[in-house]
């Protein structure tokens, strides 16, 4: 049995859908002045095994964690296939918007793929693009395998103005600290416990709330941050699992079968936390999304730039743009701010007929967790969740942004770039 249910979309998410285009028939379907210009997606990668230290606590009891097929941080063969799912979609869906023709090969420089340097991301882009485009040989865009890419990894590149000092004192004004946010999220740290395997008695640190405490510093190099306690512990840890379900293990290697709706959200709101630290205060949103923020501006801002532009990357790169842009998202299953493995945060740009006035409308799309697990086919009657976003100085309103206010929002976060 699966986490979610296998419901066919309300009639409100129908609507929501419709008017963001993405399961549209025809331009017809949207406001007729409107036509969809440009999309930039900006996507996380697929279903991978654990990364190398990413677990930080063990089952109290002593069980064992489940094998994976494939090394360390590398896509899996079943994440491969959820990306490719999203990636005839995407298909699907902008061709049904006017943007490519249904079938065969878009038109050369109409595509343009960036990848971080991870195998991860590189492999995820390569899968979106095959599912996009199937024997088209669309080329992935990256620099040298596990080379520093400032479009996703700009503080470890030097690409910005960072300061230690200052982005701690951000985080510590804007969150209070590490243990404030765990204080708002005892049942989720409760929730791991039990999935940990804690029972009346046991004296481990997991089993025991008054221990979590943690700590927030300079690292020892006087520069990055230095996070301790359960966040850093139960983060990754949560991820694991989170991983495990999606790659479709048996539930008894899920958390050890302790694992249901509920708690998956709850795994995923510790994870979510991580990112409260390292990438949604402002001062770090703002640099971690300086770069990445400067080549959306180029694309959004040039008339010339490919009509689809995808950027693969990780969650802290989507959770600091949608930060610099003012917005918040739950998608389905997944806990606040956690970007679903596999999913996209897409910017699309809309130009009027009768007067060329450009507006932007801003969703998130992703596989709800039990369509990545099962690897349901994704079609117009049963799409991927999709949830509209709101860019903070858009008013409100979802589909009559005006183009220029984004672009000075993404100019303010680039500016923090060195080149």
Known sequence: MGILPNRRPTLWLRLI?????????????????????RVVLVYRHGVRSPLPGEIRIDEVHGRAW?????PPSVLTPHGREGVMAMGRF???????AGLFPPQGCPAAGSVGIWANTDQRTIAS?????????????LKVGHLPQGAADPVFNPVASNAVDWDGHAALAAIQRETKGPDALTAQHRD??????????????????????ATWHGTLALGADGNGIALGGPIADTSGTSEAIIMAYLEGKPMAEVGWGRVDAATFRFLSQLHSLL????????????????????????????????????????DNNIVALASVLGMHFEMPGYGKDDPPVGGALGITVWRSRSDGHRTVR?????????????LRPL?????????????????????HCDLDKVLDVLRRSASHGRG
């Open 379 to 399: 079609t117009k009657d049963r799409p991927p969740a999709q949830r509209p976003l709101v860019p903070q100085v858009c008013d409100a309103s979802p589909s």
């Open 275 to 314: 990112f409260d630290v390292h990438a949604r205060p402002s001062y770090v949103a703002d640099r971690v999304a300086a770069v990445l923020a400067g080549r959306i501006l180029a694309i959004l801002d040039d008339p010339h730039a490919p009509r689809l532009n995808v950027f693969v990357g990780s």
């Open 188 to 209: 989720a740290m409760s929730a791991f416990g039990r999935v940990m395997g804690c029972v009346a008695g046991d004296g481990q640190p997991a089993c025991i709330p």
């Open 17 to 37: 859908m419709a008017v963001l285009a993405c399961i549209a028939a025809s331009p017809a379907s949207f406001a007729d002045d409107l036509k969809l210009e």
């Open 125 to 137: 882009a390569q899968a979106l693009a095959d599912a996009f485009a199937p024997g088209c040989g």
């Open 66 to 70: 489940p094998a994976w097929p494939v």
């Open 362 to 374: 801003v969703v998130y799309q992703a596989q709800t967790p039990d369509q990545l697990r099962y």
């Open 90 to 96: 995407d298909r699907q869906w902008l061709s049904g």
